[in-house]
């Protein structure tokens, strides 16, 4: 269910997200040609993806169809505790905004470079306050529980990135190495041309 609450989020922009992907690109190849600098594939690419995702997420949180009820919820835990665990809609609500934040919070860490927990939850208690606010100005509900389920998704992401980190500094010295991490990025980006091909329709798998 949540799967399919992205790849439809995806589907619905791929549009933006291909003119955003043409600008970026074609500005970001002009600049290391004025500039003479090194470039990084698979860090350009990360920092290009970080962006979408932001993009994706305030798209999927901010959709009205995903949830046409309203209200105000300020009491912890109130709505967490009302969905019976292992049901959908406990998959969707809790497991779904714990889960749609943790590359939030991953992608906090790689930026600010921190080594203290404190900024990603800050920063993630913030943005998901301010979806919240928005939230209840279009329609849809204010729930506290919400930001509290979106900041562990975003602990768990800076979490990840820690641990990413310390296990790279441990691994044989080609796995540190920026050639494999360009392979394995012109990879990924190849798949997602054919992706974008085939929800265009110009492709048929």
């Known amino acids: 269910m949540i799967w399919n609450i992205i790849k439809t989020t995806i589907n619905d922009n791929w549009p933006v997200i291909m003119i955003f992907l043409v600008t970026m690109i074609s500005l970001r190849f002009f600049y290391w040609h004025s500039h003479r600098e090194k470039m ?11 962006i979408i995702y932001i993009f994706l997420l305030f798209q999927l949180l901010t959709n009205v169809e995903l949830n046409n009820s309203s209200g105000f919820n300020i009491i912890p ?8 665990v292992g049901s959908k809609l406990f998959y969707y609500n809790v497991i779904g905004n714990i889960l749609v934040f943790i590359p ?6 790689d930026y600010i470079k921190s080594k203290n927990i404190v900024p990603a939850a800050i920063i993630s208690a913030i943005v998901s306050f301010t979806v919240e606010f928005v939230q209840l100005n279009i329609g849809r509900s204010f729930d506290i529980d919400d930001i509290i389920l979106n900041v ?5 992401g800076y979490l990840v990135y820690i641990a990413l980190q310390a296990i790279k500094g441990h691994l044989p010295r ?5 050639g494999l991490y360009n392979f394995i990025c012109l990879i990924i980006i190849a798949l997602i041309i054919l992706y974008i091909l085939q929800s265009m329709g110009v492709l048929a798998f």
């Open 77 to 84: 835990f109130t709505e967490i505790l009302r969905y019976k």
């Open 104 to 109: 939030f919070g991953y992608f906090v860490a």
């Open 40 to 50: 990084s594939l698979y860090k350009e690419f990360f920092n290009i993806l970080a």
């Open 174 to 178: 080609i796995f540190q190495r920026d």
């Open 152 to 156: 562990c998704g975003g602990i768990i």
